[in-house]
Each structure stands twice: as structure tokens, then as C-alpha cells.
């Protein structure tokens, strides 16, 4: 928490205490808090008209280092203040194995698995004296069924990492020798402390040479094979998508060609004249035919302004 707390404390590096430094003090130990400030003795540079109302606050998991005011003019009544933070990670416990679902159970495993477990299960049933002894029971046969459950799943068919059209065997390659070319330019990165990624001279390293140029080479073996993805997607089976044949119709490379053959309600074509217009229709109905009410409809309104327009209209006077 950084504020301008408006509140003077000698905890924080104040000349002195006034009564809201005093209450803000006992707001941050009220909620664990630790003051960040570092004192007036350890700084290296300390502004001059500051009152030193400007508050740093932190929790036991997150670590602040390196807190000082930084020698540089603000346009404001309060100083820059630079300081580092470390957050530290959860632990987080391992997550327990799920029962499968009966669909991925090999069931003659399940079988065999509990038939072992149940046989090694030793139950003294005359020492049984009170319901929380059946439940124990109860409790360690539904683990050991839960157990075998999951020692009998069957193997899972594992895809391939990417279904979509246009990922090919040597994208695969590609991006594994970008990965590899990044974690050794992350690591050259760690070693010699560069913090920034970008550029600091003319000059670069062979990490970082060979994964911009794994990179490179990456990307534009992706967007080719993008490219003829879509362009495949635009041209194979006409017959089964109308949407594409008016799009090969429509592109200025393709205009010419006409597929072969379409077919339309079980009815096969194969003029091309009788194709195009077909494909007209598909876009463009023509309109339906009118039924009576409709008619009526249409001859009412016909006779309504041919009646209001023969009809002789009153002339304006002046005052109008």
C-alpha cells in the first residue's frame, strides 16, 4: 500500500508524532502491517521540504526491497519514492487423482483389482461396537473401490497437439527449436543480469541471434501454411458448400472456373450455364407468388389513392 497518509510518525521518518500519525499506527499493527520506510540514516538522497507523510505498507508474504526517494524532480509536492517487491508463491497441494468415468474403465481390470484389495481388507466384525466403527469401514471399502478405479483406467488416445488445418510435422519443429533457442536466451538473460530484453547495443549475443532467428523462421512458415489453409478452404468441395462457390466465383483469381458438377436436392448438373444460375437462385429467390388475401390487400390500396387522388381539394386562403 503506498499513500500520502497525511499523518506525521517518527516510525516513517517524520521529524515528529502528531495524533494522526499516532492512530495510523495503530491502524497498521492492528492489521499486520509492516511500515516499508527506510530510516533517514540509511538514505542516500533525502529531499528538502518534505515532511515525510509519504507511507509504504506491506504484508508478511510480500518482501520490499531497495525503498529510497529517487533524485529527480517531480513537478509535485511529493517526491518519487523507487522501491522493489517479491510475492511470494502459495503452497499449493498436489491435486488428487479424479475416479474416471465408467466409459474409461477397463472393466475386467476393476474386477481383478478389487477382488486383490477387498481380499487384503481385515475387518473384525464381532469387534464392531458403535456406528462410528461401520462407517470407518464403510469409509476405507469406498477409497479402496475409488482406488481401483483409477488404477484401471484405460490409456488415453492422446491427440496431436493441434487439430487445425494448417498445422503441419514441421511447425512442430519449428516451434520446439524456438522454445529450445528461448530458454537458452533466457537463461544467458539470468546469468549476466540483463533485466531488459530489449537491445542495449548494436552488438547481439549468439542466444539471442539464434532465437530471433528461430523465430523468424517460425513465423513465416506459420503464416504460409495460414495462407494455403485458407486458400484450400475456399476451393475444395464446392459441391458441399454454395458459400464457397460463390466465393471461387467471386475471386478475381478464380473467376473462370465453374465447378464441374453441383448437385442440388438430389438433382445433378453439369452445364455451366445451368450452375451459375442455379447458384444465382440460391442467393437471390425470386420472389413468391402473391395468394388472395395479399391481392385484396394490394387492389385496396390501389383503389384508396386512386380515389384520394382524384379528389378535388379545398383552396387555401390567405389567413392559412
Known amino acids: ?13 517524520s521529524s515528529r508524532t502528531d495524533k494522526k500519525g499516532v492512530e495510523l499506527e495503530h491502524l497498521i499493527i492492528k492489521n499486520n502491517l509492516n511500515v516499508a520506510n527506510v530510516p533517514n540514516s540509511k538514505l542516500e538522497y533525502i529531499p528538502s521540504k518534505t515532511s515525510k507523510v509519504d507511507v509504504t505498507l506491506n504484508g508478511d508474504k510480500v518482501k520490499i526491497s531497495g525503498w529510497k526517494f529517487l533524485n529527480t524532480v517531480s513537478l509535485s509536492d511529493h517526491p518519487y519514492i523507487h522501491f522493489e517487491l517479491t510475492v511470494g508463491r502459495p503452497n499449493r497441494q498436489p491435486k488428487e487423482p479424479k475416479v474416471p468415468k465408467l466409459t474409461n ?3 475386467s481390470k476393476l474386477r481383478s483389482t478389487l477382488d486383490s484389495e477387498l481380499r ?16 470407518g469401514i464403510v469409509n476405507n471399502i469406498t477409497a479402496i473401490i475409488g482406488n481401483s478405479a483409477i488404477k484401471s483406467e484405460l490409456p488415453r488416445n492422446k491427440q496431436s497437439k493441434s487439430e487445425l488445418d494448417f498445422w ?14 528461448k530458454a537458452k536466451y533466457d537463461k544467458f538473460l539470468k546469468a549476466n543480469n540483463i533485466k531488459d530484453r530489449k537491445r542495449t547495443s548494436k552488438e547481439s549475443s549468439p542466444q539471442e541471434t539464434n532465437f530471433r532467428s528461430a523465430k523468424r523462421m517460425y513465423q513465416k512458415v ?6 494455403k489453409a485458407f486458400e484450400n478452404f475456399c476451393t475444395i468441395n464446392m459441391n ?6 460463390l466465393k471461387t466465383l467471386s475471386s478475381s483469381q478464380n473467376t473462370s472456373q465453374v465447378p464441374t458438377e ?14 451459375i444460375k442455379e447458384l444465382g437462385n440460391s442467393f437471390f429467390p425470386a420472389p413468391k407468388p402473391i395468394g388472395p388475401e395479399q391481392e385484396e390487400i394490394i387492389n385496396t390500396y390501389a383503389n384508396y389513392k386512386k380515389a384520394s387522388a382524384n379528389e378535388v381539394k379545398p383552396t387555401i386562403t390567405s389567413e392559412e
Open 105 to 107: 474403465i477397463d472393466k
Open 262 to 275: 453441383l448437385v442440388v436436392d438430389g438433382r445433378s448438373m453439369t452445364e455451366e450455364e445451368e450452375i
Open 1 to 13: 500500500i503506498g499513500m500520502d497518509a497525511n499523518a506525521k510518525n517518527k516510525l516513517w521518518g
Open 240 to 245: 458441399k458448400d454454395l458459400f464457397k462457390s
Open 168 to 181: 503441419t510435422p514441421e511447425l512442430d519443429k519449428l516451434k520446439a527449436a524456438m522454445r529450445t533457442a
Open 120 to 135: 487384503n481388507l481385515n475387518v473384525n466384525w464381532d469387534g464392531l461396537q458403535s456406528e462410528a466403527d461401520l462407517d
Open 222 to 227: 506459420l503464416r504460409k501454411s495460414k495462407g
